[in-house]
């Protein structure tokens, strides 16, 4: 019995088996990512593709790979994991929710009451040429938010849709002076009108945006717009006169979940690039113990005044949640495994960032 590594021949990363007697049993794949946590960028491994052969299974092979492949990742030098899973399995190896899952609709009809509306832009497809400009329009709206990953200048392309074996569209918008000022990314036809993600330069867009998407609505007879953007995104705000419909659903299990991998690492970076630049800001500074079943690690956040030492005893798995903004700074303090007092409650409202933290579902692997 052994494990076996090889380079992904899909994504930048690591195919991971367990092999028996010369036989591939169990099998996932750990894919390299940059993603973000409020202003601090971390690595994080990507855990995707798991799998058993049905002969197999029952055997606590996955188990044996999804242990090892924590080991792996710190290894390799990922401060966190993140994987996209199936209910009530997951949680066996400490991971935990992290991305709420909002669907926002609006009737096709009642969009229409943009058309006209659009002034000084024009779309047209995306192409290879635009490759810089996504990126840089994309990477400069998204600098702040939460689980968004860091994308590079490379060709553009996506894998998937709003949904695995739905094909991605790519729409441009262009500005009077030529440039690219704005983008969307909808689910390609036969596909229900569904829009995956939007970005603008200015808000001066979004008509010209919601222009198109109507036109493709109506050309598809589509009499419902869906779109799988965060529920504090500017583009659903601009809907609202629409009669927009969000719905928002949290998970007890299954779906966006992750965990720690290296505490000190994860921490460092979010004090170093994150923490220390809003406490430049802030009335108190901290000194704060943080333990977890993963170990202790000290932080210190800086501040004008002084505010004493505290110490936080917390699951690590709670504590992702906490400092990514998923759950509330009261309720995390009141949840089983936690404890400290007043002064950890002010630190965990300092450490939560601000916005929803999302991963727009073409990243999705």
Same mark, same amino acid.
């Given at each position: 019995?052994?494990?076996?590594?090889?380079?992904?021949?899909?994504?930048?990363?690591?195919?991971?088996?367990?092999?028996?007697?010369?036989?591939?049993?169990?099998?996932?794949?750990?894919?390299?990512?940059?993603?973000?946590?409020?202003g601090a960028v971390v690595s994080m491994g990507g855990i995707a593709g798991v799998a058993t052969s049905s002969r197999h299974r029952m055997k606590g092979y996955s188990?044996?790979?999804?242990?090892?492949?924590?080991?792996?990742?710190?290894?390799?030098?990922?401060?966190?994991?993140?994987?996209?899973?199936?209910?009530?399995?997951?949680?066996?190896?400490?991971?935990?929710?992290?991305?709420?899952?909002?669907?926002?609709?609006?009737?096709?009809?009642?969009?229409?009451?943009?058309?006209?509306?659009?002034?000084?832009?024009?779309?047209?497809?995306?192409?290879?040429?635009?490759?810089?400009?996504?990126?840089?329009?994309?990477?400069?709206?998204?600098?702040?938010?939460?689980?968004?990953?860091?994308? %590079?200048?490379?060709?553009? &392309?996506? #894998?998937?849709?709003?949904?695995? /074996?739905?094909? +991605?569209?790519?729409? *441009?918008? !262009?500005?009077?002076?030529?440039?690219?000022?704005?983008?969307?990314?909808?689910?390609?036809?036969?596909?229900?009108?569904?829009?995956?993600?939007?970005?603008?330069?200015?808000?001066?867009?979004?008509?010209?945006?919601?222009?198109?998407?109507?036109?493709?609505?109506?050309?598809?007879?589509?009499?419902?717009?869906?779109?799988?953007?965060?529920?504090?995104?500017?583009?659903?705000?601009?809907?609202?006169?629409?009669?927009?419909?969000?719905?928002?659903?949290?998970?007890?299990?299954?779906?966006?979940?992750?965990?720690?991998?290296?505490?000190?690492?994860?921490?460092?970076?979010?004090?170093?690039?994150?923490?220390?630049?809003?406490?430049?800001?802030?009335?108190?500074?901290?000194?704060?113990?943080? %333990?977890?079943?993963?170990? &202790?690690? #000290?932080?210190?956040?800086?501040? /004008?005044?002084? +505010?004493?030492?505290? *110490?936080? !005893?917390?699951?690590?798995?709670?504590?992702?949640?906490?400092?990514?903004?998923?759950?509330?700074?009261?309720?995390?303090?009141?949840?089983?495994?936690?404890?400290?007092?007043?002064?950890?409650?002010?630190?965990?409202?300092?450490?939560?960032?601000?916005?929803?933290?999302?991963?727009?579902?073409?990243?999705?692997?």
């Amino acid at each position: 019995m052994r494990i076996i590594n090889e380079t992904s021949r899909h994504h930048k990363g690591w195919f991971r088996a367990l092999e028996v007697e010369g036989e591939k049993v169990s099998w996932l794949n750990v894919f390299d990512y940059r993603m973000r946590i409020g202003g601090a960028v971390v690595s994080m491994g990507g855990i995707a593709g798991v799998a058993t052969s049905s002969r197999h299974r029952m055997k606590g092979y996955s188990r044996m790979l999804m242990e090892d492949s924590t080991a792996f990742m710190k290894e390799k030098g990922h401060d966190c994991a993140l994987l996209f899973g199936i209910e009530n399995f997951y949680h066996k190896f400490d991971y935990a929710p992290c991305m709420a899952e909002t669907t926002a609709k609006v009737r096709t009809r009642d969009a229409e009451g943009a058309l006209g509306e659009a002034r000084g832009f024009r779309v047209r497809p995306l192409v290879e040429a635009d490759a810089a400009a996504f990126a840089r329009l994309y990477n400069r709206a998204e600098a702040s938010r939460t689980l968004t990953l860091v994308r %590079e200048a490379g060709p553009v &392309r996506f #894998r998937h849709g709003s949904e695995w /074996r739905r094909e +991605a569209d790519l729409v *441009a918008v !262009e500005g009077d002076k030529g440039g690219l000022a704005g983008y969307f990314i909808h689910d390609a036809f036969p596909a229900p009108t569904t829009v995956c993600e939007v970005q603008a330069s200015t808000g001066d867009a979004w008509p010209s945006i919601l222009d198109e998407i109507v036109r493709i609505a109506i050309e598809r007879r589509d009499g419902e717009i869906t779109l799988r953007l965060p529920a504090d995104h500017a583009f659903l705000s601009f809907l609202r006169r629409f009669g927009l419909v969000v719905e928002t659903r949290y998970r007890t299990t299954g779906g966006a979940m992750a965990r720690i991998i290296d505490q000190d690492a994860f921490l460092a970076k979010l004090e170093a690039a994150y923490w220390n630049e809003r406490g430049k800001g802030a009335a108190s500074r901290f000194r704060v113990t943080i %333990e977890t079943e993963l170990g &202790r690690t #000290r932080v210190a956040v800086a501040g /004008r005044k002084p +505010a004493g030492k505290a *110490a936080l !005893e917390i699951p690590q798995a709670v504590l992702f949640q906490a400092v990514t903004g998923f759950r509330e700074p009261a309720e995390v303090l009141a949840s089983p495994g936690v404890s400290g007092g007043a002064a950890a409650l002010r630190l965990l409202e300092f450490l939560r960032p601000s916005g929803v933290p999302h991963m727009y579902s073409v990243d999705h692997f």
